[in-house]
């Protein structure tokens, strides 16, 4: 028998021998691709496309290396941030701008997928309309009035989806806080009632002050301070009080007669000493009672002016003692200092920072909280920011704006240790 002879084809005729230059796919890999048939072509293709399909899931290779998805940069690294007021005095701001460039780059997308059709959206849910925030653990949530939902944000991860139960969520999610005992309570002014969340967004019950003949309930703030949940009453122009131990509504809280009211308390916090603040929207005002009840002079009143206002929307105080004032009316941040002397307006910086097109919710955050970012460092040495303020927008394209508050702190507590 030869075993040299050409086998027979279908019809008894002899195969034709290859063509001069035909090459394997073997021999293709080592070798000069010229003169080669399009069928050893195609399947050299197939069997690289395999071996890297197979290299990516077994980690050897990634997909930037070979190419098939856009650079970028490394998660967590942001860019030098813009330092407010621009000395070198103490306490200063430092604006890293766009939270999200600082978040952890989430992507829950099977590697083979990723190759295939590129990343999904799973986990990226994009804020349309974000107002109040409060951290509970590694989540910040924050109130969406676009999706009429509250928002998660994965501080560790970077993950974000929605947070509430969709047959339960809020119509119109203006602020959101929460307690020790893990409640979380969202003041929606459209169902004027706070509403009430476990830890896990599952909806528990509304709260809604006794029946009143001549005030209505529309909450548009809260706060919770000491087993007490302060809610901005909008309707009424008050600040009601719910003991959240005993679960019952104590007196609201009025101005005395001939101080003036309180026509909008869309923003509460509290300073160290006890002092409740209230931002009005309506009287542009920055409002003030003592703990031991008594009203004080405002903080700040309604003009443009160095420390003024126009339509303040919401207030937060940071722990050695500044307060932050977000108004919607000059698109800017009013920041006074220990004090309560203006300290410096943030707002937008020619060919650095675009600003601020509408700030609402502003949130006070630690280090701890923030453990998963690797912010820039524009000082050397041990100087960091001491706490750090969000900002959400409501409509312009950097949602949430991270600040970071530098008061020296932090080289005196490196210095101890």
């Known amino acids: 028998m030869n075993l040299f002879r050409r086998p027979l084809n279908k019809t008894g005729e002899?195969?034709?021998?290859?063509?001069?230059?035909?090459?394997?796919?073997?021999?293709l890999a080592r070798g000069d691709p010229r003169g080669c048939s399009n069928r050893a072509v195609h399947t050299f293709s197939l069997v690289c496309a395999h071996r890297v399909i197979v290299a990516i899931v077994l980690g050897a290779i990634s997909l930037e290396q070979i190419g098939c998805a856009p650079p970028r940069e490394p998660a967590g690294i942001t860019r030098q941030p813009i330092m407010l007021p621009a000395t070198d005095a103490l306490p200063q701001l430092w604006i890293y701008g766009d939270l999200s460039r600082s978040l952890p780059d989430f992507d829950a997308t099977p590697l083979v997928e990723r190759f295939l059709y590129g990343?999904?959206?799973?986990?990226?849910?994009?804020?349309r309309n974000p107002q109040g925030?409060?951290?509970?653990?590694?989540?910040?949530?924050?109130?969406?009035?676009?999706?009429?939902?509250?928002?998660?944000?994965?501080?560790?991860?970077?993950?974000?989806?929605?947070?509430?139960?969709?047959d339960r969520s809020p119509r119109c999610p203006v602020d959101i806080t929460h307690d020790a005992g893990g409640g979380v309570y969202v003041a929606d002014t459209t169902s004027r009632a706070?509403?009430?969340?476990?830890?896990?967004?599952?909806?528990?019950?509304?709260?809604?002050?006794?029946?009143?003949?001549?005030?209505?309930?529309?909450?548009?703030?809260?706060?919770?301070r000491a087993d007490i949940l302060y809610v901005g009453n909008l309707a009424a122009g008050r600040i009601e009080?719910?003991?959240?131990?005993?679960?019952?509504?104590?007196?609201?809280?009025?101005i005395p007669a001939g101080r003036g009211v309180v026509a909008a308390p869309t923003g509460l916090a509290f300073t160290a000493d006890g002092t409740l603040l209230v931002a009005d929207a309506i009287q542009?005002?920055?409002?003030?009672?003592?703990?031991?009840?008594?009203w004080l002079g405002p903080l700040a009143g309604r003009g443009r002016g160095p420390g003024e206002l126009i339509r303040p929307k919401q207030v937060c105080c940071t722990p050695d003692g500044m307060v932050f004032v977000s108004d919607a009316g000059r698109q800017s941040v009013q920041v006074f200092d220990a004090e309560g002397?203006?300290?410096?307006e943030i707002h937008?910086?020619?060919?650095?920072?675009?600003?601020?097109?509408?700030?609402?919710?502003l949130l006070t955050v630690s280090e701890q909280d923030l453990v998963a970012l690797e912010l820039a460092n524009v000082r050397e040495g041990s100087v960091k920011p001491d706490s750090y303020v969000i900002v959400s927008d409501s409509l312009g394209p950097e949602s949430l704006t991270l600040i970071g508050v530098v008061t020296g702190q932090s080289r005196v507590r490196a210095d101890e240790e």
């Not at 002899?14 to 021999?27: H, K, W, Y």
């Not at 002397?341 to 410096?344: N, R």
Request: overall charge positive; some cysteine.
């Open 241 to 254: 009080r719910y003991d959240l131990r005993e679960r019952r509504w104590l007196v609201p809280i009025r």
């Open 133 to 166: 925030m409060t951290v509970v653990g590694r989540r910040l949530l924050i109130c969406d009035q676009g999706y009429q939902r509250i928002l998660s944000i994965r501080l560790d991860t970077g993950k974000s989806t929605f947070w509430s139960e969709e």
């Open 341 to 344: 002397k203006p300290f410096v």
């Open 119 to 127: 990343p999904n959206d799973y986990g990226k849910t994009a804020l």
């Open 284 to 294: 542009g005002s920055l409002l003030r009672l003592a703990p031991d009840g008594g």
């Open 194 to 224: 706070v509403l009430v969340y476990d830890l896990a967004g599952r909806y528990v019950e509304d709260l809604v002050p006794p029946a009143d003949a001549l005030h209505a309930f529309r909450p548009c703030s809260l706060y919770v």
């Open 348 to 361: 937008e910086r020619a060919n650095e920072w675009a600003g601020w097109t509408m700030p609402m919710g």
């Open 14 to 27: 002899r195969r034709p021998q290859r063509a001069a230059g035909f090459r394997s796919p073997g021999r």
